[in-house]
């Protein structure tokens, strides 16, 4: 698996496009902004784009959906609990910021265990509530893509409608077991690894009583 990694947005929120090598198919995760340097990324690499992975329906990663599926015919797949965070009055104080933002028809609402082929590759949706309702980690072979759940050394807020720091302490915790380690590319900030949050993470540690 390949991966392709770009800061979009005012909010610098993380995408990542990543594909088969052999099969040339590929995702994008959380396209939050600047649609045109995605598509460009996404034809210089000549990906046959298969679908638009959402980890969770907050602005700052989904402003490049619509453009984004509209030029490359990719399936949207959204978290079935952020559903109603794609409409543009669920944005609030936000919505100034979300500009010409065009609401995009789902094709897969994505629950816990939803499993997506993507050439040889399978993305697995974990739902990890406490961000949003709907926020999921998606993991494929050793990396988890983690959204605004799980950050390097933080977690996401839990301030916002639909927030619940229960449920990320609950979510933080489910990521602390799982076993073995993994490559944590998270919605915002610095990467990291599973068993780097495990020792460094004070949310995580809070969540496991280490």
Request: hydrophobic share 35%.
């Amino acid at each position: 698996m390949k991966i392709l990694h770009l800061t979009v947005g005012m909010v610098q929120t993380n995408c990542y496009i990543f594909y088969d090598e052999n099969t040339m198919e590929g995702a994008v995760v959380d396209p939050g902004d600047s649609a045109p340097s995605i598509l460009k990324a996404i034809r210089d690499a000549n990906i046959q784009l298969q679908y638009v992975l959402l980890t969770h329906g907050h602005f700052d990663h989904i402003l490049a959906v619509h453009e984004v599926v509209q030029a490359t015919g990719a399936k949207l797949v959204c978290p079935k609990g952020d559903l109603w965070l794609l409409h543009p009055e669920a944005m609030g104080e936000f919505r100034p910021w979300a500009r010409n933002y065009a609401e995009t028809p789902v094709d897969v609402e994505a629950e816990e265990g939803t499993e997506l082929a993507i050439g040889s590759l399978t993305a697995q949706y974990m739902n990890t509530p406490g961000h949003t309702p709907g926020s999921s980690v998606i993991r494929v072979g050793d990396v988890l893509f983690t959204g605004d759940t799980l950050f390097r050394h933080e977690c996401g807020r839990c301030d916002l409608e639909g927030g619940s720091f229960e449920q990320m302490l609950q979510s933080l915790k489910r990521l602390h077991d799982l076993p073995g380690d993994y490559k944590v590319l998270p919605g915002h900030e610095g990467l990291s690894t599973l068993e780097e949050e495990r020792k460094y993470n004070p949310y995580m540690r809070q969540a496991t009583g280490k």
